[in-house]
């Protein structure tokens, strides 16, 4: 079942204004009760904002922790014998997804996208083929891309090729890239 999310806004979207916004609200907080105790006749309600603001900053902070859980969860537990390969549960992984263009329309409501899953595998790597994905995934183009963007968050790996199964994923297996040499392994 692929991940139903928003498409990506021009604006400002919740993942970079939230966590700014966040450390706004506890400086406020933190001006707040130290201006507390300068101003007696005004020290409860600089308390009282001051305690509202420390809230709100804790909510931002609990908002980019369930946007992060995948990133923090696994951050350093995924590691193989051959490559790590922690990325593909980051958000870089959900926003390279979008960038290549490879989502799926939702059918029930035009302002969202489905976004296929990505597991680790004993060989690889497999992502799921959803919708009229399945020939994109499995195009060169799309796996010249899914290299570069593996090599560039420093997983030194080549994949060898993509294989679509019965089951609705695309395998991708992957070998060590061509840095290592026999003189390095």
Known sequence: ???????????????????????????????????????????????????????????????????????????GLLHSKNVDLSVIYSPKMKAFLYQSNTTAPDPYDPRYQQLPHVRKTRDGLRIEAIGKLRQWLISDQFRDSLEAFLNYNRCNISIQNAQYHSDGWVYFTIIRGIKNDRLRW
Request: proline share 8%; charged share 10%.
């Open 1 to 75: 079942m692929p991940t139903r999310t928003r498409k990506p806004q021009e604006g400002g979207t919740p993942e970079k204004v939230i966590p700014p916004l966040g450390w706004l609200f506890l400086a406020c907080a933190i001006v707040l009760f130290i201006l507390a105790f300068q101003v007696p006749w005004f020290g409860q309600y600089c308390i009282f904002f001051g305690i509202c603001s420390l809230v709100l900053a804790l909510g931002c902070l609990g908002y980019w922790v369930y946007l992060h859980y995948d990133e923090i969860r696994f951050g």
